[in-house]
């Protein structure tokens, strides 16, 4: 589940390989109770001139600092790729060729005007984007064989330097569309995060409360550092490992009345999200009970058994906590209505559009399928990066794309599904490993199908089809679709191959 909302068709192949060495196994906690914690440590911001051996490089540093740390850090506030990477550049020379291999990348890509799911040397890319490839993977390849002696370190230079050289390598990674590796690299980097916080020998709570009570032991780890190791932990959960039990939490975390950030907010759907990512594989391993926040049918249980059971108590449950926190989200995000444009007007867009797609099931009408291309549409038309047709941008996380491919995939108005990949197919995007442009060609294919069977603009439920799987593979952009049809799933369709 992606966000509250199911995406197993997401998982691609799986791969073995890792760039950097593995930590120790840590042992399993059980966590109740989430607390925010405020920021700790002193920030300074570095300066835009290390050292660096070529003008090429030097070049494409401030390409990164400029054009690609903004991109990366969206609409939230964060210091991760604007300031402590670039810290990093300052003193670790892994960090300043994985900076510039960075840079590089992004401006082949800027330079050919596609997705950013292939490589500028195939065909299409001109030779100045192809020589800026070239360069790219040379300097990544010089910050690789650098970062071979972090294991050789002393704490905390250690620590600092293995997640600094998980979150380069698994972003790199990802731009090229290297899934695998990239996958790799940052369930490395999250593990060894959550063996860190076993030094806290407190009362059981969440895994990333105990990591943030620890924050003051670290000048390097703070909330924007755990924030962006939580989310990716997402993408090895949606993409590659559902079943990470050893970090299981045992409850949803307690809302506060008012939310005091943007951020805060944030961070508690985060949680609430996690929680349901590590519930469902737990919860019914052998896949008898099928528990969809986006497609639930209760009366598909067979009740009264123990999974039954468990698996209603989890969605009652579910939806008091994500009800909890829209009210405590509600007067920060009626506040930023005011002032359209704005970052914060952004975030608060973008969190609610994260929200929304967890109460389809339950909303009565389509209101909110309306209203998520609705906020869709004003976040990628007021966004500068994205406004600019054809213009691709790449995040780090998932989150515009998931939710306009579940109004696509969902809403019963053939109309509004239509806008949903019509915004994706306008302002194409990547986001961690989802490509924008391979959800426009799968959805777009569904509904050409279901498109004969539309009676009075609506599609009947007996008409729909629905993602049984998705083996994708970013480099080759090909998709295997295994769709079925019908309101029970029980009629599989033979699998399509498709390309973009």
Request: include cysteine.
């Amino acid at each position: 589940m992606c966000a509250g909302y199911e995406c197993e068709w997401l998982l691609p192949r799986r791969g073995k390989t890792v760039l950097l060495p593995k930590p120790n196994e840590s042992s399993s906690t059980q966590q109740a109770v989430f607390t925010h914690f405020p920021r700790t440590g002193v920030y300074i911001q570095p300066s835009s001139s290390p050292h660096f051996d070529t003008e090429i490089e030097r070049q494409h540093f401030m390409i990164f600092q400029t054009r690609t740390a903004p991109e990366l850090t969206g609409y939230f506030d964060s210091s991760v790729w604007n300031r402590k990477v670039l810290q990093a550049c300052h003193d670790q020379e892994y960090a300043r060729h994985a900076v510039v291999a960075l840079g590089a990348v992004w401006k082949a890509q800027d330079i050919r005007q596609t997705p950013p799911t292939g490589f500028p040397l195939g065909p299409g890319g001109s030779q100045e984007a192809k020589a800026l490839y070239a360069f790219a993977l040379k300097e990544y390849g010089r910050a690789i064989r650098l970062m071979r002696d972090i294991p050789k370190q002393q704490d905390p230079d250690r620590l600092r330097n293995t997640l600094m050289s998980s979150l380069l390598t698994t972003c790199f990674e990802s731009y090229i569309g290297n899934q695998e590796l990239a996958l790799s690299q940052a369930e490395l980097g999250v593990n060894v995060l959550l063996g860190w916080r076993n030094e806290c020998q407190e009362a059981p709570v969440d895994d990333w409360t105990r990591i943030k009570r620890l924050e003051h032991k670290s000048t390097f780890i703070d909330d924007d550092i755990v924030g962006v190791f939580v989310r990716m932990d997402f993408q090895v959960m949606t993409f590659k490992d559902r079943r990470r039990a050893k970090y299981r939490t045992k409850a949803f975390p307690k809302i506060p009345a008012l939310f005091t950030s943007i951020n805060e907010a944030r961070l508690y759907w985060d949680l609430v999200i996690r929680r349901v990512f590590l519930w469902y594989p737990a919860a019914h391993p052998t896949g008898s009970v099928m528990l969809k926040y986006a497609d639930v049918n209760c009366n598909s249980i067979t009740k009264g058994t123990t999974p039954a059971q468990k698996a209603i108590e989890e969605l009652n449950d579910f939806q008091k906590v994500t009800k909890d926190w829209y009210q405590a989200f509600l007067p920060i995000f009626e506040q930023t209505r005011s002032c359209p444009g704005t970052k914060d007007h952004l975030a608060a867009s973008t969190l609610m559009l994260r929200y929304l797609p967890s109460r389809f099931k339950g909303s009565s009408g389509t209101r909110d399928y309306h209203r998520v291309v609705k906020l869709a549409r004003e976040i990628l038309e007021t966004d500068g990066r994205s406004a600019a047709p054809g213009k691709v941008v790449f995040t780090f996380e998932t989150t515009m794309v998931i939710g306009l491919l579940v109004v696509a995939t969902r809403c019963p108005e053939l109309d509004v599904c239509r806008q949903a990949i019509a915004l994706l197919s306008k302002h194409p995007r990547r986001e961690g490993l989802l490509d924008s442009m391979m959800v426009v060609k799968i959805v777009t294919w569904m509904l050409d199908q279901e498109e004969e069977e539309v009676v009075d603009g609506l599609i009947p439920k007996s008409s729909r089809l629905r993602i049984v799987r998705n083996d994708f593979d970013l480099k080759e952009r090909k998709a295997v679709l295994h769709c079925s049809k019908g309101e029970g799933n029980d009629k599989p369709l033979p699998p399509v191959t498709l390309w973009w």
